[in-house]
């Protein structure tokens, strides 16, 4: 119970770690300059949609693999293909409300797609990211002399 | 027609490839897999060439612009990782040392895409996918480094040199932010990058907000179907007959009888 309790405070802590300090840079920059927020609400708002759609359907893939140490449920699958729709449906509804999240593009499709895009593209950034954080962490933790337990008995 | 074959179709290969190569635990489909994610990423690598009318193409123009750095990076970082204290399977020093070289090219290398006149254009002005690319990254870099910074404290014990080395990559990417805020590159303004830096915020903080959703989504469609499961069937308690049989060999194993 103890550890429970501890390991979840530490992944607060990790998570607070991980969003305040960024939070806190980006309004210091607002603050230091004149950039105003215009068109970040919308593009916050595509970029959430389009990532619940296509997290969900990478994950229902990732059923396939659960299904293979069960035997080959349906009604998961059918829950993530539900899930996958809703996603689908709730950002055409969005997009089809005139200017609401549609940015420079001429068409819904054209909004989509281009949303599709710039996923992957923030996604292409956060992985390059994470080889430099990983990479330096992985490379410091593998370099450092091996650690010895001494026992009392030593 | 051809944007749907050479991007998007092209796209969906790289993507269900690499899962497939990923998840299965078949030898062959994972080859299969590997294939078809292959060729799906060749095929978003030539879009430039491929569909050059298409706007979609800026993006492989974009991967083809970092896909050097990257390999530098991840390739440097293999190097200095795996010629440290490895059991097997150790690199040489020299392995290190020209690790440590192509991660700072990489380095370089990205940096230079941005002060220097090696930014992606494509076709006449800056890749628009590249200034929503290099701030992100940033940002990302720098959040990540605080997060792992707290992290490693609280796994590890006595790992000062690491959280160092975290709190050096954060302030090195606040520091490339800040100047990419106030100094104009080559190609790049100072107002530019303020502006996509604050939309790459917006990006990150919706793209993990729609994946954390989903993934207590799927979580929840999980537990809702193994809650929903039958209790597997209990045995019946032993007959009298298997209980005689069962202490009838505990005894000879323990009088050490005829077998």
Redesign the interface.
């Known amino acids: 119970m103890m550890d429970q309790t501890a390991s979840g405070q530490?992944f607060v802590?990790?998570?607070?770690?991980?969003?305040v300090?960024?939070t806190v840079?980006?309004l210091a920059?607002?603050s230091?300059?004149d950039?105003s927020?215009k068109?970040?609400?919308v593009?916050?708002?595509?970029?959430?949609?389009?990532?619940?759609?296509l997290?969900?359907f990478?994950?229902l893939?990732?059923l396939?693999?659960?299904g293979?140490t069960r035997k080959r449920?349906l009604?998961?699958l059918f829950?993530?293909v539900l899930?996958v729709g809703f996603?689908a449906l709730i950002t055409y509804f969005f997009l089809a409300q005139g200017d609401l999240l549609m940015e420079n593009n001429g068409s819904i499709r054209a909004q989509a797609?281009s949303n599709i895009?710039?996923?992957?593209?923030?996604?292409?950034?956060?992985a390059?990211?994470?080889?430099?954080?990983?990479?330096?962490?992985?490379?410091?933790?593998?370099?450092?002399?091996?650690?010895h337990i001494l026992f009392e008995e030593e | 027609m051809q944007a749907f074959v050479f991007f998007?179709l092209a796209?969906l290969f790289f993507?269900?490839g690499a899962?497939v190569a990923f998840?299965?635990?078949d030898r062959l489909q994972r080859r299969i897999g590997l294939v078809l994610g292959g060729l799906g990423f060749v095929s978003l690598l030539a879009t430039p060439w491929t569909i050059s009318f298409s706007p979609?193409s800026a993006?492989g123009h974009?991967?083809g612009s970092?896909i050097g750095p990257?390999v530098l990076?991840?390739v440097?970082?293999?190097q200095?990782?795996?010629?440290?204290?490895?059991p097997v399977g150790r690199l040489t020093k020299q392995d290190r040392l020209i690790?440590v070289l192509m991660?700072m090219m990489g380095v370089l290398w990205f940096e230079a895409m941005h002060w220097w006149h090696l930014t992606p254009t494509y076709p006449d002005d800056v890749n628009r996918?590249w200034l929503?690319?290099?701030?992100?990254?940033?940002?990302?870099?720098?959040?990540?480094?605080?997060?792992?910074?707290?992290?490693?404290g609280?796994v590890g014990q006595?790992?000062h040199?690491?959280q160092r080395?975290?709190i050096l990559?954060?302030l090195f990417t606040?520091a490339l932010?800040?100047m990419g805020?106030f100094i104009n590159g080559p190609a790049v303004s100072s107002?530019m990058f303020?502006?996509e830096?604050?939309?790459?915020?917006?990006?990150?903080?919706?793209?993990?907000?729609?994946?954390a959703?989903?993934?207590v989504?799927?979580s929840l469609?999980?537990v809702?179907?193994e809650k929903?499961q039958l209790p597997p069937k209990r045995l019946d308690p032993p007959t009298t007959e298997q209980l005689a049989a069962a202490s009838h060999t505990i005894a000879q194993h323990l009088a050490g009888g005829e077998e």
């Not at chain 2, 200095?80 to 490895?86: E, Q, T």
Request: glycine share 10%; charged share 5%.
């Open positions: 530490g802590r990790g998570f607070l770690w991980f969003t300090p960024a840079l980006i920059l607002l230091l300059t950039a927020l068109g970040a609400l593009r916050f708002v595509n970029a959430m949609l389009t990532s619940f759609t997290v969900s990478v994950l893939t990732t396939f693999a659960y293979d449920p009604a998961p829950g993530m899930m996603g797609l895009i710039r996923f992957g593209t923030t996604v292409l950034g956060m390059v990211a994470l080889v430099v954080v990983g990479g330096t962490l992985l490379g410091s933790l593998l370099n450092s002399p091996p650690k | 998007w796209g993507l269900l899962l998840f299965s635990k979609s993006f974009l991967l970092v990257t990076l991840a440097g970082f293999y200095i990782a795996f010629s440290g204290n490895v690790g991660v996918y929503i690319f290099w701030p992100t990254m940033l940002l990302f870099g720098f959040a990540c480094a605080t997060g792992a910074h707290s992290l490693v609280l006595e790992r040199r690491e080395l975290m990559i954060a606040a932010m800040l805020v107002e303020t502006v830096l604050l939309l790459a915020a917006a990006d990150l903080f919706g793209v993990m907000v729609g994946a959703v989903a993934i989504l799927f469609v999980l809702v179907y929903q």
